[in-house]
């Protein structure tokens, strides 16, 4: 069955570059949400869309962009990166007649020098 | 506000041995509660899936329960492997449909 992917899976970033993380949900799951797990953190919610708009939001600070396009998937924009971003960022899908459920992707890594 | 606690943080034990790990929340109004399993730098495996209706689910050697009315749920590994070795993160799913996360149970399986 097909799973959620995330891409790329790593990248490297220089302090106040930008980077954008991709994700594409299950296919028919209209929501997605965005996770960062800092080093030895538990994940914390940034951000999540629902039918292309946002629904919530959470610590996901003001350097950070998101949205979700018609195809549902989605992309975090990450402006003047600095090296406390370096972290592995979740993005999981759900389904909006099985909300109780969020199916995650394999994570991208981004280590910022 | 919804907050998960898991105990212990770290946990060593033989291989073979059975153990529990232990994840506790404040707020009883969840929609579910979790397991994963997540190896060093790697993503995030979803182990068991309890709703708050049920009060167990097995899969395997593991089992885990849930008991909302006092906030807390386990995660029994039935004889440990080293391929356990792992951390074992819980996290329910508040009514918002936010999942909130425990720190964690790093486990270690000695050989």
């Known amino acids: 069955a097909a799973g959620v992917i995330q891409s790329p899976r790593h990248l490297i970033k220089e302090k106040r570059e930008t980077a954008t993380l991709k994700c594409y949900p299950i296919?028919?799951?209209?929501?997605v949400y965005w996770y960062q797990q800092g080093p030895g953190q538990d994940p914390q919610f940034l951000i999540s869309f629902y039918e292309k708009m946002q629904s919530d939001k959470g610590s996901i600070p003001d350097r950070f962009s998101a949205q979700q396009f018609s195809d549902y998937h989605s992309e975090l924009n990450m402006s003047s990166l600095e090296l406390g971003d370096s972290a592995l960022y979740f993005c999981?899908?759900?389904?909006?007649?099985?909300?109780?459920?969020?199916?995650f992707g394999p994570g991208t890594r981004l280590t910022v020098l | 506000k919804q907050e998960v606690t898991q105990i212990p943080a770290a946990l060593s034990v033989p291989e073979g041995e059975n153990l529990v790990l232990n994840c506790s929340f404040t707020d009883s109004a969840i929609y579910n509660l979790q397991w994963f399993r997540q190896d060093p730098g790697k993503g995030l495996t979803s182990l068991l899936l309890i709703q708050s209706s049920q009060r167990e689910q097995t899969s395997g050697r593991l089992n885990a329960s849930l008991d909302k009315s006092s906030g807390r749920s386990t995660l029994y590994i039935a004889a440990s492997q080293p391929g356990d070795s792992a951390t074992y993160l819980c996290?329910?799913?508040?009514?918002?449909?936010?999942?909130?996360w425990g720190a964690g149970t790093k486990l270690i399986i000695k050989p």
């Open positions: 996290a329910v799913m508040d009514s918002n449909y936010q999942l909130i």
């Open positions: 296919p028919r799951h209209d929501t």
């Open positions: 999981a899908s759900s389904s909006s007649s099985v909300p109780d459920t969020q199916y």
